[in-house]
C-alpha cells in the first residue's frame, strides 16, 4: 500500500543528516566508560577501535591531532574513560564517538605512561645489570649533569672537594624540570660522550640527577629519551634524582643509582683521608714486613754459618779429590787389562793366519804357478798353451820357463 500523496518521502541522505543534527544537538560533549576491542592505529596517524561493556559497544576514533597528545599506550582490553561527541558518518549510517580526552580507568595517564615505558626497556635489556660498567677507582674528571642552582649541585661540590679535592668537575647546567627538561639532559650526556670520544678531554665519570621534590617535578629523569642516552653513554653514569624514597627510570638504567646527589659524590670519589690512612698503613706493614724478613734472614745466615760445609768448605773437595783418584786408578787397570786382552787376542789371531799362509804351504816343498801374462794361476794343463810363459812360485823365490807342452794326467 503506498503512502497518501500529503505524506512526505525522505531520502537515506535526509533520515541520516537529520539523525546526525539530531545526536550532535543531543551530546556535544559527554563521558563514557568501557574496555577498547578491536584496536588499529591508522598509517595516517588516527586511532581506531570499539568500546564495549556488558550491554553494548560504540564505535570510537581519536583524530592524529588528539592522538600526539597521549601520554600512554592504547590497546586491547585497556579500560578507559573518555570524552567526546557523537558523530553520525553519512555514507555507512552508524555513528560514532569523536574522542578528545581518555583516561586509563582507575589508573593516571602518566603512572601507566611510566609503567609502559618501564616494561618497554625491560624488554630492551635497558635494565640488566650485566651491561652495566663498572666505576673508575680514582677519577681524574667527572662531570654533573643537573641544574647551576640547585641544592644539589652545592652539595655534590662540596663533598668533591672534602673527599677528593684533586678531582677535575664540569658542570654541565640543564634543566631539571618543566618543559624541555628531558630534552636538555638527554643532550647534555650525549655531548660529554661526544668529547670523551674525541679524545682531547677524557671524561671519567657522570653524575646525573637532581635535589628533591614532588613526583611531577622528577619526571624528566622518567624520559625516554634520557634513559636512551644513559644506555648508549660510554662513560659510567651515576643516576641521582631526589631522596631515596624515589626511584626513576634514570636510576635504574644507570650503571650505579645514589639514594641522593649528596651519596653521589661520596660513591663517586674515593675520601683522602681514608687513602692516606691506607697508604699510612701499608707503610708500616711493609716496615714490619722488611724487619722480620731481615731479623728472619739474619738468623738463616747464622744457621747457615754453622753447618759443617760452611766450618770446613775444603772438606767436599778433598772427598772428591780422593773419588777421583779412586776412579783413576780403576780406570789405569782398566785400560792395562783391555790392552793384554787385545794383545793376547791379536797374537792368537796372527798364529792363525801364519797357519793359513800360503808360504807355509811353499815351505813344505810345494809351488805356485802362474801365467805371467795375466798373473793368472795354473790349476789345469788346458789353462796354457806351447810357447807361454809362466812364473813359479817358490819359498825362496822364482823360476820363469816356457810351456814345451801341456800334459793331461792320463796322458
Given at each position: ?20 543534527g ?5 551530546f ?25 561493556d ?39 549510517g ?5 574522542i ?18 618501564k616494561e ?26 643537573t ?16 673527599r677528593?679535592p ?31 670520544d ?11 640527577g ?10 624528566a629523569?622518567?624520559?625516554?629519551s ?25 636510576d ?15 660513591i663517586?670519589v ?26 728472619r ?24 779429590d780422593?773419588?777421583l783418584?779412586?776412579?783413576f ?7 792395562v787389562q783391555r ?10 789371531q796372527?798364529a ?5 799362509s ?12 802362474r ?27 822364482s823360476?820363469?820357463?816356457?810351456v ?8
Open positions: 500500500m503506498l503512502p497518501a500523496d500529503n505524506v512526505k518521502i525522505l531520502t537515506i541522505g535526509e533520515v541520516t543528516r537529520a539523525l546526525k539530531l545526536v550532535e544537538d543531543a556535544p560533549s559527554l563521558w563514557v566508560t568501557g574496555e577498547i576491542t578491536s584496536y588499529k592505529k591508522h598509517s595516517s596517524g588516527h586511532h581506531y577501535f570499539t568500546l564495549k556488558a550491554e553494548a559497544q560504540l564505535k570510537a576514533v581519536i583524530w592524529r591531532g588528539t592522538a600526539g597528545r597521549l601520554k600512554f599506550n592504547l590497546g586491547d582490553g585497556m579500560e578507559v574513560v573518555a570524552r567526546g561527541r557523537l558523530d553520525i558518518y553519512g555514507p555507512h552508524d555513528y560514532k564517538l569523536i578528545e580526552e581518555v583516561h586509563p580507568k582507575g589508573l593516571g595517564a602518566q603512572e601507566l605512561a611510566l609503567r609502559q615505558l618497554k626497556l625491560l624488554a630492551l635489556g635497558y635494565f640488566d645489570p650485566v651491561r652495566k660498567k663498572a666505576l673508575p677507582r680514582l677519577p681524574c674528571r667527572l662531570a654533573v649533569v641544574s647551576p642552582t640547585g641544592a644539589a649541585i652545592r652539595d655534590i661540590l662540596k663533598i668533591l672537594s672534602r677528593w684533586s678531582v677535575d668537575v664540569w658542570i654541565c647546567p640543564v634543566k631539571v624540570q618543566g618543559e624541555g627538561a628531558e630534552q636538555e639532559i638527554a643532550a647534555a650526556i650525549r655531548q660529554l660522550n661526544a668529547i670523551h674525541g679524545g682531547k678531554d677524557c671524561i671519567d665519570l657522570v653524575i646525573v637532581r635535589g628533591g621534590g614532588a613526583q611531577e617535578d622528577l619526571w629523569f622518567n624520559g625516554q634520557v634513559a636512551q642516552a644513559i644506555f648508549a653513554s660510554r662513560i659510567p653514569v651515576i643516576s641521582a634524582v631526589g631522596h631515596e624514597i624515589d626511584l626513576t627510570i634514570a635504574l638504567v644507570a650503571d650505579r643509582r645514589a639514594a641522593t646527589p649528596s651519596e653521589a659524590a661520596e663517586a674515593p675520601d683522602r683521608h681514608e687513602i692516606l690512612q691506607g697508604i699510612q698503613g701499608a707503610h708500616n706493614r711493609l716496615g714490619e714486613l722488611l724487619v722480620r724478613r731481615l731479623e734472614s739474619r738468623e738463616l745466615v747464622q744457621e747457615l754459618a754453622g753447618r759443617r760445609p760452611f766450618r770446613y768448605p775444603l772438606e767436599r773437595i778433598h772427598d772428591f780422593q773419588k783418584d779412586g776412579w786408578e780403576r780406570l789405569e787397570r782398566a785400560i790392552l793384554t786382552q787385545v794383545r793376547q787376542r791379536f797374537h792368537a796372527t792363525q793366519l801364519e797357519s793359513l800360503p808360504l807355509n804351504v811353499l815351505a813344505r816343498g810345494y809351488s805356485l804357478t801365467v805371467e801374462s795375466d798373473q793368472t794361476v795354473v790349476r789345469s794343463p788346458e789353462q796354457v798353451r806351447p810357447g807361454d810363459r809362466i812364473v813359479t812360485l817358490l819359498r825362496d823365490g823360476i820363469v820357463s816356457r814345451e807342452e801341456p800334459r793331461e794326467v792320463n796322458a
